[in-house]
């Protein structure tokens, strides 16, 4: 009874322990193939932007609008380095509906869609904290992708497809 009740403890706190692990994806790189026209390495300067304390619970309604006007454009990514580039993002591992902060901040890639939409890609020194999302052409959201897995992925795609190199913060 006592080897049954111990198996059975073992069960339940396996599932509690990893039951809430997000999942985790790649881009698509075929779709971004198809609809990104252009990609930049921008800094974003938005001082206000707030950390959630647990990413289980759905924050869509607290992500903010992306704000034009505290865009500085960094550099653009050469057309010739774009297929590269979407292989290399494709590739990196995403948490999917990671929920870590409400906006992106500080150095972003930004993906222009031909329609004016935007994916914005962003990582901030370590695994988990970050902001991979889609913004409508006047800046509302549209959809929240995730985080990256780690910093190693973002960093990657920045330092090698742009000339500056970035600190872990």
């Given at each position: 009874m006592k080897r049954i009740a111990a198996l059975l403890l073992c069960i339940v706190l396996m599932l509690t322990l990893t039951a809430c692990d997000p999942g985790m994806t790649h881009l698509d790189k075929s779709?971004?193939?198809?609809?990104?026209v252009k990609v930049e390495l921008i800094h974003y300067d938005y001082p206000k932007q707030k950390q959630f304390k647990s990413w289980v619970p759905d924050h869509s309604k607290k992500l903010k609008?992306?704000?034009?006007?505290?865009?500085?454009v960094l550099e653009e990514l050469p057309s010739e380095r774009?297929?590269?580039?979407?292989?290399r993002?494709?590739?990196?591992d995403v948490l999917v509906k990671y929920w870590a902060?409400?906006?992106?901040?500080?150095?972003?890639?930004?993906?222009?869609y031909d329609d004016g939409s935007f994916l914005i890609l962003n990582c901030y020194g370590h695994s988990y904290?970050?902001?991979?999302?889609?913004y409508a052409s006047d800046?509302?959201?549209?959809?929240?992708?995730?985080s990256f897995c780690n910093w190693d992925d973002f960093q990657d795609l920045v330092e090698n497809f742009f000339s500056i190199k970035l600190d872990s913060e």
């Open positions: 779709e971004l193939e198809n609809k990104v609008p992306f704000e034009e006007v505290r865009v500085v774009m297929s590269e580039f979407l292989d993002l494709s590739e990196a902060v409400d906006s992106p901040r500080c150095f972003c890639l930004r993906l222009t904290r970050g902001y991979i999302g889609t800046g509302e959201v549209q959809d929240f992708i995730g």
